[in-house]
Nanobody, 122 residues
Framework: QVQLVESGGGLVQAGGSLRLSCAAS????????MGWFRQAPGKERQFVAA????????YYADSVKGRFTISRDNAKNTVYLQMNSLKPEDTAVYYC???????????????WGQGTQVTVSS
């Protein structure tokens, strides 16, 4: 089992920045690829970003490319999502997830955090 706890969400004005963190415990963190997903009210959960086990490769949804950065610190068992130039359409609950391999599909991930709310005001 892997336990994931997100933090860092909040209310920010458009154009602002937030950094989300996801702390992992349980099994060896470096054995897992990590992903960030988001879900807005009434919408499906969508892929935001993902990072390989070593952190050597990263992947982004087109909607966040150039604004968001995913990174990880395997010594701290933590994955981050730096979000810059935030837009009202980025408002959602953000979830981190862990799986053996990188995927863009939520159903592929075995472990999920509880989510953290990000609200961007216009």
């Amino acid at each position: 089992q892997v336990q994931l706890v997100e933090s860092g969400g909040g209310l920010v004005q458009a154009g602002g920045s937030l950094r989300l963190s996801c702390a992992a415990s349980g099994r060896t963190f470096s054995n897992y690829a990590m992903g960030w997903f988001r879900q807005a009210p009434g919408k499906e959960r969508q892929f935001v970003a993902a990072i390989t086990r070593s952190g050597g490769k990263t992947y982004y949804a087109d909607s966040v490319k150039g604004r968001f950065t995913i990174s990880r610190d395997n010594a701290k068992n933590t994955v981050y999502l730096q979000m810059n130039s935030l837009k009202p359409e980025d408002t959602a609950v953000y979830y981190c997830a862990a799986d053996q391999v990188v995927s863009f599909i939520p159903l592929s991930y075995d472990y999920w955090g509880q989510g953290t709310q990000v609200t961007v005001s216009s």
